[in-house]
């Protein structure tokens, strides 16, 4: 049986204009830089300051309207979105390093566009992927802690999960070792928030620049959807 992408009503009720463009990737060789430009992380670090001009941090509007929205739920305390980590690391002349190459290319649209993206290793996923608003005690293995003690949802917290556990906390603050794009992995799903209507234009751009990397890097014709309020629900392939 198909695996769905399922947003359920509890996340409209508090984000009903978000759009999310969602795109899967099969046949994904992940250990296979030959095609990637070796400069294409330091490249986007450099553009990704143009995000953050001003200091504090906040004082940007990218980190200032995730930081508003992080407000309309319950998060752990310091859970920040992942886009504000990744502008800080270029802001500070630190820049985001080499991970794989999948998690590179990603990160590279992320720094470019300052949209937050997750990838999913499909063959680790259970079930349908569920964008939600925890109960409270769904079970969480965050990357690097993979063997530790499990972490527990706060109820009214937003995850991402799985039938097995929480796939990402705090929306897009942190991902799950379980699922992670591993240089093992083969078949990606990617999730890309949009919280602001007015960078809808953006979105869109950063959507194409992601399914052209995927082609342009790994030889992969993706297959992408936007979901809505208005389409909550989609099968993959």
């Known amino acids: 049986m198909a695996k769905k992408f399922v947003v359920d009503d509890s996340f409209w009720k508090i984000f009903p204009e978000v759009r999310i463009a969602v795109i899967e990737a099969k046949g994904i060789d992940n250990t296979d830089y030959s095609n990637m430009p070796d400069d294409l992380l330091k490249k986007a670090n450099a553009e990704a300051v143009k995000w953050v ?33 990744l502008l800080k690391r270029a802001k500070q002349g630190k820049g985001v ?8 290319m990603y990160n ?18 259970e079930g349908d992927v569920r964008l939600t608003v925890a109960k409270g005690g769904e079970k969480f293995w965050p990357i690097s802690d993979e063997d530790g003690d499990p972490q527990e949802a706060l109820p009214g917290e937003v995850i ?11 929306l897009s603050w942190r991902d799950s070792a379980r699922a992670e794009a591993r240089e093992t992995s083969h078949n990606i799903l990617f999730y890309m928030e949009n919280i602001t209507p007015e960078r809808a234009d953006d979105h869109e751009k950063a959507t194409q620049e992601l399914l052209g990397k995927l082609h342009d890097y790994f030889g992969v014709d993706a297959t992408s959807w936007v979901v809505s309020r208005d389409n909550p629900t989609i099968e993959l392939l």
């Open 53 to 85: 001009p001003d200091d504090p941090i906040s004082a940007n509007k990218i980190v200032a309207d995730w930081r508003e929205a992080y407000r309309k739920f319950k998060t752990k305390k310091g859970a920040r979105c992942a886009v504000e980590a």
């Open 97 to 104: 390093s080499k991970i794989n190459p999948v998690v590179d």
């Open 108 to 125: 590279s649209v992320t720094l470019r566009w300052a949209f937050p993206i997750g990838g999913e290793d499909l063959d680790n996923i």
């Open 160 to 170: 991402y999960a799985d039938d097995h556990s929480v796939l990402s906390r705090c």
